[in-house]
């Protein structure tokens, strides 16, 4: 579940010094790279080694850059610039069937998230999610055997259905048992999106959303895997994952308090309205971490 020309090729353009240390190890440092991305992928997850990069026999390996708090060096700069976002569609992702996902977005080779689209003209939004639940299964049915790009924290990061009037998205695919969430804007006080009188009510999505150095900044910024313990009704205690991904009021709203901020400087009030369960205690979180 790599696009490998991406993974070695950010690599070898933003740390050339990591990448001929690689190469000074002898055998073939792209298969090198390739194989411990994965085994790193599968013991820390994809967030992780986004963020943290890992460790190869003493070599430090950063497969992504981020833009930093308090300014960009010189050699920051170049790294940020280095980076490969990349969408891919009709992707078959599986070795098992021939099940093709839509969209998949790839950041410097890594998957971070999939879209399956449909029209408002033969389909709903839940057709997509309908497809999630029933098609798009973690373990392959027959094979029991697991997707990479479907599965939980090694694999993409959130999955997105959409239609031409509304998303939803999940962060975690388990069958019939997939719980999603609606990442719209909101109509006038209500569910869904407002008209979009140039184009499609849920073009924010792309224009937004998933631009360039957006999509970087809530990959570093917002998506965060919560780990929690909880106690079964036999007392038992189980530990639980949950990756919170934020909701689009959620996104706006932070981003637009932290440029307010920026541009007007500390000391000033502002007000949030919040509806009850939409996520009051992670919009705090996030604001008050950036």
Same mark, same amino acid.
């Given at each position: 579940?790599? %696009?490998? #020309?991406?993974?070695?090729?950010?690599?070898?353009?933003? %740390?050339? #010094?990591?990448? /001929?240390?690689? +190469?000074?190890?002898?055998?073939?440092?792209?298969?090198?790279? @390739?194989?411990?991305?994965?085994?790193?992928?599968?013991?820390?997850?994809?967030?992780?080694?986004?963020?943290?990069?890992?460790?190869?026999?003493?070599?430090?390996?950063?497969?992504?850059?981020?833009?930093?708090?308090?300014?960009?060096?010189?050699?920051?700069?170049?790294?940020?610039?280095?980076?490969?976002?990349? @969408?891919?569609?009709?992707?078959?992702?599986?070795?098992?069937?021939?099940?093709?996902?839509?969209? @998949?977005?790839?950041?410097?080779?890594?998957?971070?998230?999939?879209?399956?689209?449909?029209?408002?003209?033969?389909?709903?939004?839940?057709? *997509?999610?309908?497809?999630?639940?029933?098609?798009?299964?973690?373990?392959?049915?027959?094979?029991?055997?697991? #997707?990479?790009?479907?599965?939980?924290?090694?694999? *993409?990061?959130?999955?997105?259905?959409?239609?031409?009037? /509304?998303? %939803?998205?999940?962060?975690?695919? /388990?069958?019939?048992?997939?719980?999603?969430?609606?990442?719209?804007?909101?109509?006038?006080?209500? *569910?869904?999106?407002?008209?979009?009188?140039?184009?499609?009510?849920?073009?924010?999505?792309?224009?937004?959303?998933?631009?360039?150095?957006?999509?970087?900044?809530?990959?570093?910024?917002?998506?965060?895997?919560?780990?929690?313990?909880?106690?079964?009704?036999?007392?038992?205690?189980?530990?639980?994952?949950?990756?919170?991904?934020?909701?689009?009021?959620?996104? #706006? +709203? @932070?981003?637009?308090?932290?440029?307010?901020? +920026?541009? /007007?400087?500390?000391?000033?009030?502002?007000?949030?309205?919040?509806? +009850?369960?939409?996520?009051?205690?992670?919009?705090?979180?996030?604001?008050?971490?950036?």
């Amino acid at each position: 579940a790599l %696009y490998t #020309e991406d993974l070695i090729g950010f690599v070898q353009d933003a %740390y050339p #010094e990591t990448w /001929e240390k690689l +190469a000074k190890k002898g055998g073939d440092p792209s298969k090198r790279l @390739v194989s411990q991305t994965v085994k790193n992928l599968e013991s820390k997850g994809t967030l992780r080694v986004l963020r943290e990069g890992f460790k190869d026999v003493g070599i430090s390996i950063n497969l992504c850059q981020f833009k930093p708090d308090h300014g960009l060096s010189d050699k920051i700069s170049q790294a940020y610039g280095k980076n490969r976002l990349r @969408v891919v569609q009709e992707v078959t992702y599986s070795l098992h069937n021939q099940n093709r996902i839509d969209l @998949v977005l790839f950041v410097n080779g890594i998957p971070t998230a999939t879209l399956e689209l449909k029209t408002d003209f033969t389909q709903t939004v839940q057709d *997509a999610v309908y497809q999630y639940k029933k098609d798009r299964p973690p373990k392959d049915p027959n094979t029991k055997k697991s #997707e990479p790009l479907l599965q939980f924290k090694r694999g *993409a990061l959130v999955h997105f259905a959409v239609s031409t009037s /509304e998303v %939803y998205m999940t962060t975690r695919l /388990e069958g019939l048992k997939t719980f999603f969430l609606p990442f719209n804007r909101g109509n006038n006080g209500g *569910a869904g999106n407002p008209p979009n009188p140039e184009g499609y009510s849920i073009s924010y999505l792309w224009e937004f959303v998933m631009e360039h150095e957006m999509w970087l900044h809530i990959l570093g910024r917002f998506l965060h895997l919560e780990e929690t313990t909880e106690e079964d009704l036999s007392g038992v205690l189980k530990n639980k994952s949950t990756m919170i991904f934020p909701r689009f009021h959620q996104l #706006e +709203a @932070v981003t637009k308090m932290v440029d307010t901020v +920026a541009q /007007e400087g500390p000391g000033h009030s502002y007000l949030i309205q919040h509806s +009850a369960g939409s996520g009051k205690s992670n919009s705090i979180a996030w604001l008050s971490y950036q």
